[in-house]
């Protein structure tokens, strides 16, 4: 599974990698760093070069915290998807232009697939890329993380309409917001608590609760005017002399 990213990172051995064993995948995080990442100096590197430390699971910990990785550092598959990809794209902004330079005639074509009416139907919700794609999305949309990757997609999707989508952004960028500012020091709070931080928290409190009953009372509206649209125009039925629907 990590043949492709191996590969592009001119790995000696891509089709040999085996993440299974503990040697191998320790060796590997240690070429990452040394070749491609670079995090540290390289006299900061004795902690994650030595393979063979019982210390080395709490240097590797803080070399992912440092690096911000999003994903469960528990997850061996995940991580080290992980890491190779954040290694590919640091391997390309290294070197653009020699990437820029590759013509489409040189690039091996592959088969295009058919189109499936499934587009979900292929993916493994249970492997390394999956899981990596859709903590990575999380974090990028500030979402928390959770330990059931679907419902954690769901999450994601639900935003991503709500707030994300042509709709959303249209609707927000056309809402206008009525009334006219006020200052803070000037609104009365109704009560003193002997406190001026205090005073000054209540006030926003209030502002904050006025506000939601306004939305509330607008959606009541909205309601109300729904059901008077049913019931302010009755079907007439001439034949049984009634009116009704």
């Known amino acids: 599974m990590f043949r492709r990213k191996l590969a592009a ?53 803080q070399y992912l915290e440092e690096l911000a990785c999003p994903v469960n550092h528990g997850d061996k598959s995940a991580v080290m998807d992980w890491l190779l990809g954040y290694a590919v794209r640091l391997e390309y902004g290294d070197n653009v232009e020699k990437y820029r330079q590759v013509k489409g005639a ?39 993380q959770h330990d059931d990757q679907l419902m954690l997609l769901k999450a994601i999707r639900k935003l991503i309409l709500e707030k994300l989508s042509k709709e959303a952004i249209a609707e927000s960028q056309n809402k206008k917001t009525e009334g006219v500012p006020i200052l803070l020091q000037d609104m009365d709070a109704g009560f003193d608590t002997g406190d001026p ?16 009953l306004r939305d509330l009372q607008t959606k009541i509206n909205e309601a109300i005017v729904s059901v008077q649209a049913i019931t302010a125009n009755p079907k007439t039925d001439q034949a049984l002399g009634k009116v009704g629907r």
């Open 9 to 61: 990172l001119e790995y000696q051995q891509p089709n040999s990698f085996n993440i299974a064993e503990e040697a191998q995948f320790r060796n590997m995080i240690v070429w990452l760093e040394d070749q491609k990442v670079r995090h540290y100096k390289i006299e900061d590197r004795a902690n994650l070069r030595n393979i063979q430390s019982a210390d080395w699971p709490i240097a590797f910990k």
């Open 106 to 144: 040189s690039v091996q074509q592959s088969p295009v697939p058919a189109p499936s009416s499934d587009v979900l139907g292929s993916i493994d919700p249970n492997s390394a890329d999956f899981r990596a794609g859709v903590a990575s999305l999380a974090q990028l949309l500030q979402i928390p």
């Open 197 to 212: 931080a205090v005073n000054e928290a209540a006030k926003i409190l209030r502002l904050l609760h006025i506000h939601e």
